[in-house]
């Protein structure tokens, strides 16, 4: 995570001036950078309780011990978004250029915008199915983190063996997409009302409402190619599998949900969801690589 955070401070201060807020944006970054060196280093003895621990300083130890382990999974949303301010900062002539290419291969392959074609022949129900599994993004990645922290036997010693490589190749996953935004910025379909003019409404009811409340509130132009989703989930869920091989099939069956749900709600074009793969199976392996390291080291 300190590499991603010091290529963001770099990229901001190279393009200051195409950044709103670039100063308090690099700021930020360097601010993190130090509060991440001052954290003691893992495996540090406060971690271990000790006997005059009640139960209470016990719970809060390790509590303390799994955010220390899993605090950069709760940066992965601010670093989304603040992919708004900088993700046509390299090309600011060009406005979401690449997304022209984007959908330029949809028609070459499909004839036409997948996006548009799968949700106009869907039905209330399937949009419901849809937005609960793109919905289920926050599902998988919480249950996945804890899932690879305590493992699937209960009161066994934590973190489970495992955890770091899956981890670690479930944030490289996120980094190395949000590392493409600002050289490869594009929308997606939802943003174009060429490509949605004339589309239904979608249907649905709990999940679909709760997509459009979170898209309303958070949603970032430009954040699209990879697809983020796509290379986070599946980079976790191919994590899981060497240790945890048939909840990694459960998340694999959830994971294919939501690959085929960024399409359908037209969040993503093709091309993200299959570069959010690709960037998936990069980063998995080499999570595993880099964890094995930090095992000799």
Same mark, same amino acid.
Request: charged share 15%; glycine share 10%.
């Given at each position: 995570?300190?590499?991603? =955070?010091?290529?963001?401070?770099?990229?901001?201060?190279?393009?200051?001036?195409?950044?709103? $807020?670039?100063?308090?944006?690099?700021?930020?970054?360097?601010?993190?950078?130090?509060?991440?060196?001052?954290?003691?280093?893992?495996?540090? *003895?406060?971690?271990?309780?000790?006997?005059?621990?009640?139960?209470?300083?016990?719970?809060?130890?390790?509590?303390? $011990?799994?955010?220390?382990?899993?605090?950069?999974?709760?940066?992965?949303?601010?670093?989304?978004?603040?992919?708004?301010?900088?993700?046509?900062?390299?090309?600011?002539?060009?406005?979401?250029?690449?997304?022209?290419?984007?959908?330029?291969?949809?028609?070459?392959?499909?004839?036409?915008?997948?996006?548009? !074609?799968?949700?106009?022949?869907?039905?209330?129900?399937?949009?419901? !199915? %849809?937005?609960?599994?793109?919905?289920?993004?926050?599902?998988?990645?919480?249950?996945?983190?804890?899932?690879?922290? $305590?493992?699937?036997?209960?009161?066994?010693?934590?973190?489970?063996?495992?955890?770091?490589?899956?981890?670690?190749?479930? %944030?490289?996953?996120?980094?190395?997409?949000?590392?493409?935004?600002?050289?490869?910025?594009?929308?997606?379909?939802?943003?174009?009302?060429?490509? %949605?003019?004339?589309?239904?409404?979608?249907?649905?009811?709990?999940?679909? $409402?709760?997509?459009?409340?979170?898209?309303?509130?958070? *949603?970032?132009?430009?954040?699209?190619?990879?697809?983020?989703?796509?290379?986070?989930?599946?980079?976790?869920?191919?994590?899981?599998?060497?240790?945890?091989?048939?909840?990694?099939?459960?998340?694999?069956? %959830?994971?294919?949900?939501?690959?085929?749900?960024?399409?359908?709600?037209?969040?993503?074009?093709?091309?993200?969801?299959?570069?959010?793969?690709?960037?998936?199976?990069?980063? =998995?392996?080499?999570?595993?690589?880099?964890?094995?390291?930090?095992?000799?080291?």
């Amino acid at each position: 995570m300190a590499g991603y =955070a010091a290529f963001v401070a770099v990229f901001v201060l190279v393009h200051a001036a195409q950044i709103p $807020r670039a100063p308090y944006v690099a700021i930020a970054h360097a601010t993190l950078l130090v509060a991440m060196a001052l954290l003691p280093p893992r495996g540090a *003895a406060w971690e271990a309780p000790r006997s005059g621990d009640g139960r209470g300083m016990r719970q809060l130890r390790a509590t303390a $011990r799994f955010l220390r382990y899993t605090y950069p999974a709760l940066l992965i949303t601010p670093f989304f978004e603040e992919v708004a301010l900088t993700v046509n900062a390299a090309t600011p002539e060009s406005p979401y250029w690449f997304e022209r290419y984007l959908i330029a291969v949809d028609r070459r392959l499909f004839g036409t915008t997948l996006a548009a !074609v799968l949700s106009q022949a869907g039905n209330s129900l399937l949009d419901e !199915v %849809m937005h609960g599994f793109y919905l289920s993004y926050y599902v998988l990645i919480t249950a996945g983190i804890v899932l690879a922290w $305590r493992g699937p036997t209960r009161g066994a010693s934590t973190p489970d063996r495992g955890f770091d490589a899956a981890f670690t190749g479930m %944030m490289l996953g996120f980094f190395l997409s949000f590392v493409c935004y600002p050289f490869l910025p594009a929308r997606g379909p939802w943003e174009h009302p060429a490509l %949605m003019e004339g589309l239904r409404p979608f249907g649905g009811w709990a999940f679909t $409402r709760a997509i459009e409340l979170i898209i309303a509130g958070a *949603a970032v132009s430009g954040g699209c190619f990879p697809s983020a989703h796509v290379s986070g989930t599946w980079a976790l869920t191919l994590g899981l599998f060497p240790h945890h091989r048939r909840a990694a099939m459960v998340f694999g069956a %959830m994971a294919l949900g939501l690959t085929v749900a960024c399409v359908y709600t037209r969040y993503h074009h093709a091309l993200d969801v299959f570069a959010g793969l690709a960037v998936a199976v990069v980063a =998995a392996p080499l999570g595993r690589r880099i964890a094995a390291r930090r095992r000799q080291a």
